[in-house]
């Protein structure tokens, strides 16, 4: 597996990669509505595009293509972290998030936070990220309840 960071080129790899993992993971935590709602944000082409590459975007590929990838912001945001369904539990998540902490490390950033999912909340907890608070937010009107996390450097 090799990592490396998100070019223009892949956002097409990455929306169906996004979309596709809602929609098998999330029904064992989310209603229908709310996986549908989530699922949908891979097809707002302009919001994905500015989601990936606004972001400083890790992508893991391996020969079956792109395998998952997460995004840190300038600010610390964790803006994503996600691995094709099909392979989650094999350690990509890990090697992704550590790749995100070597570069907050790098950059002198003394703190991330995030906003983690069902599914995602222990891949944060695992690097030793803090829950502090939940929020509910509002996606095309479905209600979310994520999880805020922060890890201080």
Same mark, same amino acid.
């Given at each position: 597996m090799h990592?490396? @960071?998100a070019h223009e080129s892949d956002l097409a790899e990455l929306a169906t990669l996004f979309h596709q993992t809602v929609l098998e993971h999330a029904p064992q935590s &989310? /209603?229908?509505e709310q996986t549908q709602a989530w699922a949908s944000f891979a097809t707002e082409t302009d919001a994905f595009e500015r989601f990936i590459l606004d972001a400083i975007t890790y !992508?893991?590929?391996d020969e079956t293509g792109i395998v998952g990838f997460a995004g840190i912001e300038q600010n610390g945001h964790v803006s994503s972290a996600y691995v094709r369904g099909d392979r989650i539990r094999q350690g990509i998540g890990s090697k992704l998030m550590q790749t995100i902490l /070597? &570069?907050?490390s #790098?950059? #002198?950033m003394p703190r991330l936070y995030g906003e983690a999912s069902e599914f995602s909340l =222990? @891949?944060?907890k695992k690097f030793g990220f803090q829950l502090y608070d939940t929020e509910v937010v509002d996606r095309n =009107? !479905?209600?979310f309840t994520r999880y805020l996390v922060e890890y201080l450097c």
């Open positions: 990592i490396r @960071l &989310y /209603t229908p !992508v893991a590929e /070597t &570069y907050a #790098q950059n #002198q =222990g @891949l944060f =009107g !479905v209600e």
